[in-house]
Nanobody, 115 residues
């Protein structure tokens, strides 16, 4: 089954850390770039990070220096380490990949940052 499954979302205090995980099926993961997006309440979906198949990483300015995307090619897993969390990081976080002209999305995981 072709799928992406996120986990790790939680309620965390501002300044805290959280690590999100995304389990991907082999057909999506192998040899492809993987991304994290988020959708905050009342806002459009926002791209936040990408990791290419060779491990090159890219970040949105809003998370650069605070978030780290990584991948484990042996486990077909993608991670998002989030540090120094801010109230404005509250959102549903989605794992994504664009493979052979198709977009694949996970169901999302909720991250709530409290003051």
């Amino acid at each position: 089954q072709v799928q992406l499954v996120e986990s790790g979302g939680d309620l965390v205090q501002a300044g805290g850390s959280l690590r999100l995980s995304c389990a991907a099926s082999e057909s999506i993961f192998s040899g492809n770039a993987m991304d994290w997006y988020r959708r905050a309440p009342g806002k459009q979906r926002e791209w936040i990070a990408t990791i290419s198949s060779d491990g090159t990483t890219y970040y949105a300015d809003s998370v650069k220096g605070r978030f780290t995307i990584s991948r484990d090619n042996a486990k077909n897993m993608v991670y998002l380490q989030m540090n120094s969390l801010k109230l404005e990081d509250t959102a549903v976080y989605y794992c994504h990949s664009h493979v052979k002209l198709r977009d694949y999305w996970g169901q999302g995981t909720q991250v709530t940052v409290s003051s």
